[in-house]
């Protein structure tokens, strides 16, 4: 292996992580300025019927049957060998197969808004029947099409420029919090504008990263066409990443939900300041483990073992002090969130901890499986998946209703749930690093 190539590899991966923090940085103040703005916008309960509906809209894009993932492997996979022609034709078929997901999806999920009470699902009157079918309708139409438009994220990550990956959410939260605030001086609180001007904002923010990708990588630029020979490797590797995003789906996304249906949305707002305030942490560590995705597949098809070690060790060494900022976080996370949110909100310190707990555990895993993701290796991922997404619900409902936690018990579950990949992806990276 040449060192040059090693140490190109390690210059990129710390230009990315540079790159990241100054677009990550303005990319959450401006989200968490938007916060309190939506709020005041549409009020705490109209909010938290906001929030739960994003989080369900969202579901959508993990229909892609795991293909961007497995565009992601295979596009970096035959950059690796210097074959970009056949990095090209992955990038045709993938487009094409998403494409076609999308439209249906769309077909689908609009349909089935009509005959769905939308109330009962929220469950709130705060919104009438017809303005929530309005606002999914609207919703769903800028998810999908910025889950077809959205496929540059994946082709980001396998050339290596994850920085860039950043610079989306940044415009889109920019541009977010600008027209959500010209809404408060413009027009009467209204969900349906919401939408709207969240959907636009992601919209725009794909459209520029892909005219950037593609002014510099013409080559790579898709051809609207299916080939039989790359769509079975993509749906290969695909399935189980589809698999694992669809527990991932349901641990991570189900939290707001069940917390609507058991305490009211109301009880959403809450959980939902908590969670923005401890994903500080947890985007920190994405600027540092994101970029290693791509990188660890780049240096396993190159045989360069050395490098991969150094890389787990150093996020090893990252991990603890992750481990000393969660526990800071805990204990000034009251006062902060006075001093954040404008008005008064009651948060419980049980959820605190227990969001502190979810960040510690997550961020563990992640560093294990982004280099089992990056090499391809994912059988373990999928069956700690698989168990993770059957114990999650049941256990929530347990802690909640049996043991009568509040709402940290929906988050005490997931941290349960978690610990199944907590144990068994280390066992396993160090396993693949012996032999």
Not at 362 to 371: E, G, L, Q, R, Y
Not at 425 to 432: D, E, G, R, S, T
Request: contains cysteine; charged residues 10%; positive net charge.
């Amino acid at each position: 292996m040449s060192h040059a190539v090693s140490n190109e590899r390690t210059r990129n991966y710390l230009r990315q992580i540079k790159g990241s923090v100054i677009y990550k940085a303005v990319s959450m103040a401006a989200s968490f300025c938007a916060i309190p703005v939506m709020i005041d916008y549409l009020g705490q309960e109209q909010f938290g019927i906001w929030s739960t509906l994003l989080t369900v809209m969202s579901w959508m894009v993990f229909f892609d049957l795991g293909i961007g993932n497995g565009l992601r492997n295979k596009v970096a996979e035959a950059l690796a060998k210097n074959d970009r022609a056949e990095a090209a034709h992955y990038i045709s078929s993938g487009y094409v197969l998403i494409g076609g997901i999308a439209l249906i999806l769309w077909v689908l999920v609009t349909s089935a808004s009509f005959f769905i009470p939308w109330q009962l699902v929220f469950n709130s009157q705060a919104i009438s029947e017809e303005t929530l079918r309005v606002t999914v309708q609207i919703s769903t139409f800028f998810i999908l099409l910025n889950f077809w438009i959205g496929l540059i994220s994946a082709l980001l990550s396998a050339v290596q420029k994850s920085s860039l990956i950043a610079l989306g959410p940044l415009i889109s939260n920019i541009l977010t919090l600008t027209l959500v605030f010209a809404l408060t001086k413009l027009t009467d609180a209204s969900i349906n504008n919401l939408a709207a001007v969240y959907g636009i904002s992601m919209i725009v923010a794909n459209l520029i990263l892909s005219l950037r990708f593609y002014q510099y990588n013409r080559d790579l630029l898709p051809r609207f066409f299916l080939d039989k020979n790359h769509i079975r490797p993509l749906l290969s590797v695909g399935m189980q990443f589809f698999v694992i995003q669809l527990a991932v789906l349901v641990i991570f996304t189900t939290d707001k939900l069940l917390i609507t249906q058991i305490f009211g949305p109301g009880y959403v707002t809450e959980y939902e300041v908590v969670f923005k305030l401890f994903s500080i942490i947890s985007f920190s560590h994405t600027l540092i483990s994101a970029p290693l995705w791509s990188a660890y597949t780049d240096a396993y098809h190159r045989n360069d073992i050395s490098w991969i070690r150094r890389m787990l060790q150093k996020q090893m060494m990252f991990l603890v002090g992750i481990g000393i900022t969660v526990v800071i976080l805990v204990l000034i996370a009251k006062p902060v969130i006075a001093l954040w949110i404008s008005f008064e909100l009651d948060v419980s310190m049980s959820l605190v901890v227990a969001m502190g707990l979810f960040v510690l555990i997550s961020t563990w895993n992640n560093v294990f499986a982004m280099f089992v993701n990056g090499i391809g290796n994912i059988s373990v991922q999928l069956y700690t998946a698989i168990a993770a997404m059957l114990v999650n619900i049941p256990l929530a409902l347990f802690f909640t209703n049996q043991l009568g936690f509040g709402s940290y018990g929906v988050v005490l579950a997931t941290c349960v749930s978690l610990l199944f990949a907590g144990v068994a992806l280390p066992v396993q990276v160090f396993q693949i690093i012996r032999r």
